[in-house]
């Protein structure tokens, strides 16, 4: 029953929801919390080993949660009910995109997903913040998490250093201070 659980909830979010991983988190985890599958911080690592892995953040996430709920075959489960989705999804868009995207009524209703689609991922950013105690109680950790968020911020943006440059200085920076 958990494998089908597993399944069908990764299934139903990889078909209502669009904009990438990182708009797909905030779904995950109030699925994830509702079935009692993992703890908020437990999920909130979950989210950080699924971002530094390669491969697309909603899928990693789905495959932890499937593994740590199931082992292998929950690993298995939930990574197939999250892929399915997107391959019909792309092949029926595909078909008829070309046809289509011209069509004054796609190209609105793509302008109105836009700001949706970056709402959700500072939900889940500011989520993600929260659950690490980056913004609430002022203590050294928070204060050095911000320095770590606002540099990583700073060398993307202006700077443009390539993200894994950033990502592992981040990850020097947190050992020497941790």
């Not at 139903?12 to 009692?36: K, N, R």
């Not at 495959?63 to 009910?81: D, E, N």
Request: overall charge neutral; charged content about 10%; aromatic content about 16%.
């Amino acid at each position: 029953m958990v494998l089908w659980d597993l399944f069908w909830t990764f299934l139903l979010i990889g078909f209502v929801s669009f904009g990438g991983g990182y708009a797909m988190i905030p779904v995950i985890e109030t699925e994830v919390s509702q079935h009692g599958w993992m703890t908020t911080q437990e999920f909130t690592d979950v989210i950080a080993v699924a971002g530094m892995s390669p491969g697309p953040i909603a899928t990693n996430s789905a495959i932890f949660v499937g593994y740590h709920t199931a082992g292998i075959s929950g690993a298995i489960v939930s990574a197939l009910g999250m892929v399915i989705p997107s391959l019909l999804i792309i092949l029926i868009i595909a078909t008829f995109f070309f046809k289509f995207n011209e069509l004054y009524i796609v190209k609105s209703a793509f302008y109105g997903l836009r700001p949706i689609i970056t709402g959700l991922i500072m939900y889940a950013a500011l989520k993600f913040a929260i659950s690490n105690n980056v913004i609430g109680e002022i203590s050294w950790r928070t204060v050095s998490l911000l320095i770590i968020c606002g540099f990583s911020f700073f060398a993307l943006m202006k700077l443009r250093l390539h993200p894994i440059f950033v990502i592992a200085l981040a990850g020097v920076y947190g050992i020497v201070l941790y």
